[in-house]
């Protein structure tokens, strides 16, 4: 280029080799510490569905619940389907009405109920003030729920410490896997921000460990509650010493400051073309007030995001996980007793975990769409086969499957979970934490936890009835969910690896539907990138540093711009 002036193609204009991207061991270990706020996720996950079907437990909390199971109503239930329901507090079958038990459907809702109200009010903490408070704030409520719940002597004690775990969850989701987006370099920033993911999978395998150690001690439900108390701390300490994103910084006008994270994270001084596109974004994002981020989510140039992240948060849990990981309709038939669920707790928790691994080695050079349409017909594949295997063989065996058959079929469960686990898993808080803009961000990660959390639940509560009618046909129902997600993800994801976060809307403003769906805010928004490319551009051949920082102590605001939001 040497000598001419820069030609711009509409490739060129997503050219970011102007951008330092090394991996720096500054930048994994800030990841690795804020990623703790997935340990916090995934240890409530993995220690509530334990605990409650502890016997002194349910004894202390849920008498009804234990009634049923060991008075005279218990014999009655022999359908292995009905077993499944429950043995995870159930809501059918012969002794209908004993194990519907309302104060324990408010105690296991109460956390995804809160978790998705108090997302939405991390949106303004994290935007307006910052992202470490949010996780500060998460740390002291998942804290104090954690406290709440070990020590609890009464049932209303439980159900206000789980809201406060919710609070600290929804706080934690919000915020973590956006942090990470921001601090990452944008060629690993797939990989870093699985490590939320990965966090959420270890939590669920140690506190489901934890839960089986200490199963038949007494108190020993205290102790697998209190110890959600250690990932908090992390969390906590983390959110005090970890350094604020520079996104965040220079959207809320500390331009040095904000220029003195981006270079030792980045481990050069050479991030003038980082931070002038994290500057030229905040300025946008200057001219959006707060409140309106909200509104604006809801417009032309930025709906496309909103509807990508609404989509990806609901159907992660169409997938079924959920209902499939915990619920051990097949391991009832490996065996009964605390060997088999160990072992099905463990090999399914493991295969979890590593598949989880696998996706943040692959999912900067495979990038995210051929991970989730893999992950898609691989996870579809095995539910197929589990509906028509439990189909088949389930009423030829008398309800108990030979060992034979109920090893293979936790062959393809574990073929379903690694599927998930290294796409719609980890993926499923990736996409919409780097789509957004960063003026709508924090609000979009809102939407996104919320919505998570609403179907979690939708998913939880429907899943018995839906076992108890449909039977192996629940597996062919998520199976054709997952066929349509794929779908959905084939037409409707433009690939966003190895595109800076600041510059995804442009990916959106170009892709073949959402261009249309911007109307002539998509050209406006391509026009926008080239202009600024062709000025850095020149700017290098110049020699001039485009965005020089400004003297020390000499912080301004971010200059207002007028952008038409409407
Ligand atoms: O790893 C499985 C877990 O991952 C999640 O989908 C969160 O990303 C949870 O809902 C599920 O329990």
Redesign the pocket.
Known sequence: MAGGAPILTRASALNVSDYESKLTWYVIIVALIASAGGLL??YD?GVTGGVESFEEFQYKFFPDVWEAKHGPNAAANSDPYWQVAAGTSGCCGPANGTYNDQKLQVFTSSLFLAGLVSSLFAGHITRHFGRKITMVVGACWFLAGAGLNAGAQYLWMLVIGRIFLGFGVGMANQVVPLYLSEMAPFKYRGGLNMLF?LA??IG?LVAQLINYGVQDWAHGWRLSLGLAAVPAFVLLAGGIMLPESPNSLIERGHLDKGRAVLEKLRGTTNVHAEYGDIKDASEVAGNIRLRDSWKAMFTRPYSPMLAVTCMIAML??WTG??AI?YVPVIFNSLGSGKSASLLNTVIIGAV?VVATFVSILSVDKFGRRFLFIEGGIQMAVAQIITGVVLAVEFPKYNNVLPSNVAIGVLIVICVFVAG??WSW?PL??LVPSEIQTLETRAAGMSAAVTI?FLF?FVVGQAFLTMLCSMRWGVFIFFAAWVVLMTVFIYFFLPETKNVPVERIQVKFARHWFWRKWMGPAAQDIINRDETRTASRKAANLEGAAPYPSPPPGNEVPPKIVTVAVA
Request: hydrophobic share 45%; no cysteine; charged share 0%.
């Open positions: 996720f995934g996950i993911q959420v999978t669920i992660q849990q996980i959920n990981i979890n998930f686990a898993g499923g808080w998570n979690s």
